[in-house]
């Protein structure tokens, strides 16, 4: 698939477009790192740092995702569930790795050697994260979308991935994009069982993976397996641009003032995108006089507290 052949993700790098989701493969089956007994102790590190994300494994295509852990709890620690995934009837994210010093080196391992190909078509990488999904057998991710550019690889077990289009309406709204960007709230975007007929559908297995456009609707079922997953994730300039214009829209249409979607009119983005600029500017300027801390999307890694 690859023109090397010899890296830990094998992307068509011909028909790549940072735009499109896209299938790959890769070499992590057998990484150190991704192996249960590692990923328990890691379970354990981040548990302790509140980097652990857990729901049981009652949650639906349906439920809203943001609301997930609350309305499903699982409550048995992060080391536990992890030992016991096979029974556990849970879901479990480990966040934000890249925290972790020992995993920070396999999240830059994968998106350094990513970063060369797609500097030349989507460059500006940064807020470098990384994902990993252990999860029951038949566990469910909810419905959502996220605001990263994301390689996800299949790593042990299976599961069927649902990915929509970043620009398909029906399955998320303008103004449902608009409101996560602005409030990171996934309230406006709705499942129903339709959406399936739109999705494009991979049946992921152990070496396969998919490449996902920030803000790709999607959904997963586990099979009857237990499954670990990991997704290597990051901005670039245009996502953060995209964001910006989404988060702007927002802001307008407070004030009674709807604009054309993203990307139709460039004009008017570029309009808006000063217009943003100017309202950065001056609200981080009036933070720092406050003495209040800017979070800056530009970080090289996801999550505040690394350099
Ligand atoms: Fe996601």
């Known amino acids: 698939m690859n023109d090397s052949c010899t890296g830990l993700l094998d992307v068509d790098w011909a028909a ?6 896209q299938a790959l493969r890769h070499r992590l089956t057998d990484h150190a790192l991704l192996q249960p007994a590692q990923l328990v102790e890691l379970g354990k590190r981040l548990e302790n740092a509140g980097q652990v994300r857990t729901h049981s494994g009652e949650a639906t295509a349906g439920t809203p995702f943001n609301h997930a852990p609350r309305l499903h709890p699982n409550r048995r ?10 029974q556990a009837n ?5 966040l934000n790795v890249q925290c972790d010093p020992l995993y920070r080196t396999l999240v830059d391992e994968v998106l350094d050697e990513l970063k060369p190909r797609l500097d030349a078509v989507d460059p500006g990488m940064c807020y470098r994260g990384g994902w990993i999904f252990v999860t029951s057998p038949n566990a469910v991710t909810p419905f959502h979308f996220d605001k990263e550019h994301n390689f996800i690889v299949q790593v042990h077990g299976r599961k069927t991935l649902y990915v929509w289009d ?5 399955a998320a709204s303008e103004e449902a ?8 709230e996934r309230d406006l975007l709705v499942w129903r069982d339709d959406l399936r007929a739109r999705a494009r559908v ?3 297995e152990p070496g ?8 790709s609707p999607h959904m997963v079922e586990n099979g009857n397996g237990a499954s670990i997953t990991m997704s290597f994730t990051y901005y670039t300039a245009a996502t953060r641009r995209i964001s910006a214009l989404h988060r702007t829209r927002h802001r307008l249409r407070a004030l009674g003032l709807t604009l054309p ?19 950065t500017v001056s609200g981080n300027a009036a933070r720092r006089a406050l003495g209040r801390k800017t979070c800056p999307d530009d970080a090289p890694y996801a999550s505040a507290n690394i350099a």
């Open 16 to 21: 790549f477009d940072p735009w499109r989701i």
């Open 77 to 86: 620690p992060a080391a536990e569930t992890l030992q016991q995934i096979h």
């Open 90 to 94: 849970a879901w479990m994210s480990l």
């Open 166 to 170: 970043h620009r398909d309406l029906v």
């Open 177 to 184: 994009r608009d409101r996560f960007h602005a409030h990171h």
């Open 202 to 204: 991979f049946h992921l």
């Open 208 to 215: 396969q993976g998919v490449y996902m456009p920030s803000t």
């Open 261 to 279: 979607s993203v990307g139709h009119y460039p004009m008017l983005d570029t309009l808006a995108y000063a217009l943003h600029r100017g309202l």
